[in-house]
């Protein structure tokens, strides 16, 4: 291999290794340290609507079953959201009916938090990792 392949993939390397992500959401960033740590859970999808469909949040994995609390959805186009606790695990899984079969879907998240200085007009406080993704993402 030439010395630039290597430079480029040890760049990719570098580049997508990292566990925090880089990009900031200035929407979404707090100017002083007094925020609240919100867990959004997201299972609209545009492709289909399901029928039935219950959310479970778990505290941690959900082979744990420690049950925080049960939904049942009565309006598929609304979401979910809860206050959560940083550097803690989260973990959900929806049940529904689509077409006749019944489908689970699962996620995790465990929200975190870093200080931005450069991204954003004022420096600001961001949280990330803090969305549990339940979407059905094919059949």
């Known amino acids: 291999m030439s010395r630039i392949s290597i ?3 040890a760049l990719f390397l570098l580049l997508f290794s990292c566990e925090e992500g880089y990009r900031t959401d200035c929407d979404e960033c707090y100017t002083s340290d007094d925020y609240d740590v919100v867990v959004k859970i997201r299972y609209r999808n545009s492709e289909y ?3 039935n469909p219950v959310v479970t949040l778990f505290d941690g994995n ?6 925080l609390e049960k939904h049942v959805i009565t309006d598929p186009y609304s979401y979910i959201s ?3 606790i940083l550097y803690k695990d989260y973990s959900a899984m929806l049940e529904f009916t689509y077409d006749g079969k ?3 879907t ?8 870093r200080y931005d200085e450069t991204t954003c007009e004022e420096p600001c406080w961001y949280v990330y990792d803090n969305v549990l993704d339940l979407r059905l993402r094919y059949e």
């Open 49 to 51: 609507v399901p029928v």
């Open 102 to 104: 019944e489908y689970i």
């Open 62 to 67: 959900i082979n744990d079953s420690l049950v």
């Open 82 to 84: 809860f206050n959560a």
């Open 7 to 9: 430079l480029v993939a």
């Open 106 to 113: 699962v996620a995790s998240a465990c929200p975190k938090v």
